[in-house]
């Protein structure tokens, strides 16, 4: 498993791309001698490991990923292979392990160098290996030993069986002296012990198959030295059979050395879109392909480079309230608008969905001002904290044109956060209600959308990390932070590319219909004081809980109004479609009966499943398709209670309306 070190600024844009080059002459564990040369232009990096020689060369620019060739043996035969690639961005790597013949000493030496690979310069974990002749010894015992770290294979002539060569004991002629250097390298004291060895390359094929490895074997029928009956038809039909994926490709229309055993490729392109293509399947996803960008962000990028001023707001629960992701947004736009003055309102409050940020969107957001760019996420406390469908259309609606209602040109960023429930759902081929429920206002407004809990979701499931150990929370990791971070910045990145004029000029956005007419549009919160204490009920300036139990902030040493006592009564008049109100529901949370206009009563039980360790805010929304006018509202006390509560109490600290 890789592991990316994060850092909560900038930073995160070198997430999946950077290579962290190790400096000339440094010493690390046993690497010595780094030395900087070029090989056919390209910048190489020359070292020894395990006193081996070893070189890694870099493309001018290296693809996402940074996606690598591993050539075995005979670095520079058929090099063409290895320019193209370059030239597409991969790395081309290689360690000289010449005359162990892929003993299990020489393995010890391939597993140190990939490990150095990665750590170091930050390599695709998944390697294309490329063998020539006795190279497949190499290749195939490493893929064979480490099949989850394989990307594909390109064998080129190679050797699948030392039976066959060096040992000659078949219709090659063999090599004696490298036969007998063989033997010693694998410890065998006689061709008898060698002949009964079971691990050549054509053995124990399984895993690798089951790996689903893909392999791609060049070959000339008429080689001697290497009889391709005895090694690349042997293998690729076992290959086959196990399940596996194989091509093979005869070479004979090029010229011809060695007994057929050197040749030119006659299709040095397939090979090189085989490599390419596979590489590509196992290399980590492309963040841009769980944007939309739909209207983009033209209006704030106006604003940001011509007017040099940008006020950019952030709503949403935890998420968005702990450091990380935000940081690196704000950090961003000061780099990427270096001339512009900006304020940065982060009103992310925990637990709080887009019913809570519809409500209190004017008081924590739109009273700061004109608002450039609003950033808002709730997809995992709508679904968390059972919000229904409705409640989650007419909330998001309501914050999109409440906030377009005070400035017309605002762009918006709506963002899907990722918890275990939706990794469960899209691994189902379903996606999340509460995600399509969004989708479904930013489809109709035309607002640009971020999906990070499917782009998580695929990225686990593409081996690029996992949940337990990296991401490990619905309140991500400092690596999960990065991976957040490093998808909205390639949001930003594309959002902010081609080129603006001086004239262009900031337009307002087009407010269709309403997509629901009971959306929360003008959401507002309501101090107590609009209510007149009845019996039983009273206002507590400072309250604090002395249970010891946990706290929010706005909700301790603020006003509340009270009560403890069933059957106590309270009236107030409010105006609008929809009517709720805000409570501290703590241990001792009690149930209510409530009635609209001499309406039925009807019962609410304040305790929520977080209630026992913590007076959590909460938002409970009473009653909506109201006509938008005066209605009054009753609350009493029940006599019953939640059979884990402690209490009786209802601590109100807002009523809210939408109108």
């Given at each position: 498993?890789?592991?990316?070190?994060?850092?909560?600024?900038?930073?995160?844009?070198?997430?999946?791309?950077?290579?962290?080059?190790?400096?000339?002459?440094?010493?690390?564990?046993?690497?010595?001698?780094?030395?900087?040369?070029?090989?056919?232009?390209?910048?190489?990096?020359?070292?020894?490991?395990?006193?081996?020689?070893?070189?890694?060369?870099?493309?001018?620019?290296?693809?996402?990923?940074?996606?690598?060739?591993?050539?075995?043996?005979?670095?520079?035969?058929?090099?063409?292979?290895?320019?193209?690639?370059?030239?597409?961005?991969?790395?081309?790597?290689?360690?000289?392990?010449?005359?162990?013949?892929?003993?299990?000493?020489?393995?010890?030496?391939?597993?140190?160098?990939?490990?150095?690979?990665?750590?170091?310069?930050?390599?695709?974990?998944?390697?294309?290996?490329?063998?020539?002749?006795?190279?497949?010894?190499?290749?195939?015992?490493?893929?064979?030993?480490?099949?989850?770290?394989?990307?594909?294979?390109?064998?080129?002539?190679?050797?699948?069986?030392?039976?066959?060569?060096?040992?000659?004991?078949?219709?090659?002629?063999?090599?004696?002296?490298?036969?007998?250097?063989?033997?010693?390298?694998?410890?065998?004291?006689?061709?008898?012990?060698?002949?009964?060895?079971?691990?050549?390359?054509?053995?124990?094929?399984?895993?690798?198959?089951?790996?689903?490895?893909?392999?791609?074997h060049t070959m000339n029928l008429k080689d001697q030295v290497v009889p391709p009956e005895e090694n690349s038809l042997l293998l690729v039909n076992k290959y086959v059979r196990v399940g596996g994926t194989a091509t093979l490709s005869p070479c004979s229309s090029g010229i011809q050395k060695s007994k057929g055993h050197h040749y030119q490729l006659d299709d040095p392109k397939m090979i090189v879109d085989f490599i390419s293509y596979y590489c590509a399947q196992s290399g980590p996803l492309n963040s841009s392909d769980?944007?939309?960008?739909?209207?983009?962000?033209?209006?704030?990028?106006?604003?940001?480079?011509?007017?040099?001023?940008?006020?950019?707001?952030?709503?949403?629960?935890?998420?968005?309230?702990?450091?990380?992701?935000?940081?690196?947004?704000?950090?961003?736009?000061?780099?990427?608008?270096?001339?512009?003055e900006f304020e940065f309102i982060t009103a992310g409050i925990p637990s709080m969905g887009t019913t809570p940020g519809a409500f209190r969107l004017e008081r924590d957001v739109l009273s700061k001002g004109k608002i450039d760019l609003l950033f808002e996420e709730a997809a995992v406390n709508d679904a968390g904290n059972g919000r229904t469908a409705s409640e989650q259309v007419r909330a998001v609606e309501g914050i999109v044109r409440h906030a377009r209602s005070e400035n017309p040109s605002t762009d918006i960023v709506?963002?899907?956060?990722?918890?275990?429930?939706?990794?469960?759902?899209?691994?189902?081929?379903?996606?999340?209600?509460?995600?399509?429920?969004?989708?479904?206002?930013?489809?109709?407004?035309?607002?640009?959308?971020?999906?990070?809990?499917?782009?998580?979701?695929?990225?686990?499931?593409?081996?690029?990390?996992?949940?337990?150990?990296?991401?490990?929370?619905?309140?991500?990791?400092?690596?999960?932070?990065?991976?957040?971070?490093?998808?909205?910045?390639?949001?930003?990145?594309?959002?902010?590319?081609?080129?603006?004029?001086?004239?262009?000029?900031?337009?307002?956005?087009?407010?269709?219909?309403?997509?629901?007419?009971?959306?929360?549009?003008?959401?507002?919160?309501?101090?107590?004081?609009?209510?007149?204490?009845?019996?039983?009920?009273?206002?507590?300036?400072?309250?604090?809980?002395?249970?010891?139990?946990?706290?929010?902030?706005?909700?301790?040493?603020?006003?509340?109004?009270?009560?403890?006592?069933?059957?106590?009564?309270?009236?107030?008049?409010?105006?609008?479609?929809?009517?709720?109100?805000?409570?501290?529901?703590?241990?001792?949370?009690?149930?209510?009966?409530?009635?609209?206009?001499?309406?039925?009563?009807?019962?609410?039980?304040?305790?929520?499943?977080?209630?026992?360790?913590?007076?959590?805010?909460?938002?409970?929304?009473?009653?909506?398709?109201?006509?938008?006018?005066?209605?009054?509202?009753?609350?009493?006390?029940?006599?019953?209670?939640?059979?884990?509560?402690?209490?009786?109490?209802?601590?109100?600290?807002?009523?809210?309306?939408?109108?």
């Amino acid at each position: 498993m890789r592991h990316y070190q994060v850092l909560f600024t900038l930073l995160f844009t070198l997430f999946f791309t950077s290579s962290l080059h190790a400096q000339n002459g440094k010493k690390t564990n046993n690497l010595i001698s780094v030395k900087e040369s070029t090989w056919k232009g390209f910048k190489q990096i020359n070292f020894t490991i395990e006193g081996k020689e070893a070189h890694v060369v870099f493309p001018v620019k290296a693809l996402a990923g940074n996606p690598w060739l591993w050539r075995a043996r005979f670095p520079n035969y058929h090099a063409n292979i290895d320019s193209a690639l370059l030239a597409k961005g991969f790395h081309v790597a290689y360690v000289n392990t010449d005359n162990q013949f892929g003993s299990p000493k020489a393995m010890k030496i391939w597993d140190q160098f990939y490990a150095y690979l990665i750590e170091n310069y930050q390599l695709e974990k998944k390697v294309a290996l490329h063998a020539h002749s006795r190279g497949g010894l190499f290749v195939y015992n490493w893929a064979k030993q480490n099949p989850e770290k394989i990307a594909c294979i390109y064998a080129d002539a190679v050797v699948c069986d030392f039976k066959s060569w060096p040992a000659g004991f078949g219709a090659s002629e063999g090599d004696k002296n490298a036969w007998q250097t063989l033997k010693a390298e694998y410890g065998f004291s006689s061709d008898e012990e060698a002949k009964a060895y079971l691990d050549n390359p054509i053995d124990n094929l399984e895993n690798l198959a089951k790996q689903g490895v893909p392999v791609l074997h060049t070959m000339n029928l008429k080689d001697q030295v290497v009889p391709p009956e005895e090694n690349s038809l042997l293998l690729v039909n076992k290959y086959v059979r196990v399940g596996g994926t194989a091509t093979l490709s005869p070479c004979s229309s090029g010229i011809q050395k060695s007994k057929g055993h050197h040749y030119q490729l006659d299709d040095p392109k397939m090979i090189v879109d085989f490599i390419s293509y596979y590489c590509a399947q196992s290399g980590p996803l492309n963040s841009s392909d769980y944007h939309e960008m739909r209207s983009g962000l033209q209006n704030c990028r106006i604003q940001f480079e011509h007017y040099k001023t940008g006020r950019v707001a952030f709503l949403g629960g935890s998420i968005t309230y702990n450091p990380g992701w935000r940081d690196s947004i704000c950090a961003y736009l000061e780099k990427r608008f270096p001339e512009t003055e900006f304020e940065f309102i982060t009103a992310g409050i925990p637990s709080m969905g887009t019913t809570p940020g519809a409500f209190r969107l004017e008081r924590d957001v739109l009273s700061k001002g004109k608002i450039d760019l609003l950033f808002e996420e709730a997809a995992v406390n709508d679904a968390g904290n059972g919000r229904t469908a409705s409640e989650q259309v007419r909330a998001v609606e309501g914050i999109v044109r409440h906030a377009r209602s005070e400035n017309p040109s605002t762009d918006i960023v709506l963002m899907h956060f990722v918890d275990p429930g939706k990794i469960e759902t899209y691994r189902a081929g379903k996606v999340p209600d509460v995600i399509r429920n969004h989708n479904k206002v930013a489809e109709y407004y035309n607002i640009p959308v971020i999906n990070l809990a499917k782009e998580v979701t695929d990225r686990i499931d593409n081996g690029e990390f996992t949940w337990k150990d990296d991401f490990k929370n619905l309140h991500p990791s400092p690596f999960g932070q990065g991976v957040y971070a490093h998808s909205m910045l390639q949001f930003l990145d594309n959002a902010f590319t081609g080129h603006i004029d001086n004239d262009d000029k900031i337009a307002a956005h087009p407010k269709p219909d309403y997509l629901d007419p009971f959306c929360y549009e003008k959401g507002a919160l309501l101090d107590i004081s609009i209510c007149k204490p009845a019996k039983g009920w009273a206002v507590d300036s400072v309250w604090n809980p002395k249970d010891g139990k946990g706290t929010r902030r706005n909700y301790v040493n603020v006003p509340m109004l009270i009560s403890e006592k069933p059957g106590s009564k309270l009236k107030v008049t409010l105006s609008g479609k929809t009517l709720g109100m805000t409570v501290a529901a703590g241990p001792d949370a009690g149930i209510i009966e409530y009635r609209i206009d001499k309406g039925d009563w009807q019962k609410l039980n304040l305790f929520t499943r977080w209630s026992k360790g913590l007076h959590l805010p909460w938002y409970y929304r009473l009653v909506s398709d109201l006509e938008n006018k005066k209605h009054n509202l009753e609350i009493r006390i029940s006599e019953e209670k939640d059979e884990q509560s402690k209490g009786t109490a209802c601590r109100i600290r807002y009523f809210f309306v939408s109108q």
